[in-house]
């Protein structure tokens, strides 16, 4: 049932836009007890100035395919914002910019795995990995951004 509320939640967002406020929770699934998945919420609502929800899910291989991110790009926690998926660590300042921009065909965007440096696996004393950001859409993927090295 749970699952099901989610779906329709993201299908009216997706579907009707104007109806979801600028005000709207985020929904963030993570791997059960993730806690860099925190991290990463307590960023993404300082910047957004909206309410987190996280859900633990130890069934999010099948929410990801639901919502279409590619299982190579899988890492610990999906979020949807305004219709839109983000997986993994995604740089805040990048959401924005694909948020506003809504480019056609893009269903989000995948950092894959969990690379030092990026939002909430900052690590003090570490240097930072190098990573993409993957811009995922029915038609396949290309790299929207690159952080690092």
């Given at each position: 049932m749970k699952h099901r509320m989610v779906g329709l939640a993201v299908l009216l967002v997706t579907v009707l836009p104007g109806v979801a406020s600028a005000a709207a929770d985020i929904a963030m699934h993570r791997d059960p007890g993730c806690g860099c998945c925190e991290k990463w919420a307590v960023q993404v609502h300082h910047q957004f100035?909206?309410?987190v929800q996280i859900s633990d899910d130890?069934?999010?291989a099948?929410?990801?395919r639901r919502i279409g991110v590619p299982a190579q790009f899988a890492s610990c926690h999906t979020?949807?914002?305004d219709g839109m998926a983000f997986e993994g660590h995604v740089p805040i300042a990048d959401m924005k910019r694909v948020l506003a921009q809504h480019p056609k065909g893009v269903r989000g965007l995948a950092v894959a795995g969990m690379p030092l440096g990026s939002?909430?696996?900052e690590m003090p004393g570490a240097k930072a990995?190098?990573?993409d950001v993957i811009a995922f859409?029915?038609?396949g993927q290309r790299?929207?951004?690159r952080h690092g090295g």
């Open positions: 100035g909206r309410k130890a069934n999010r099948a929410f990801q979020a949807i914002i939002p909430g696996m990995q190098p990573f859409a029915p038609a790299v929207y951004a």
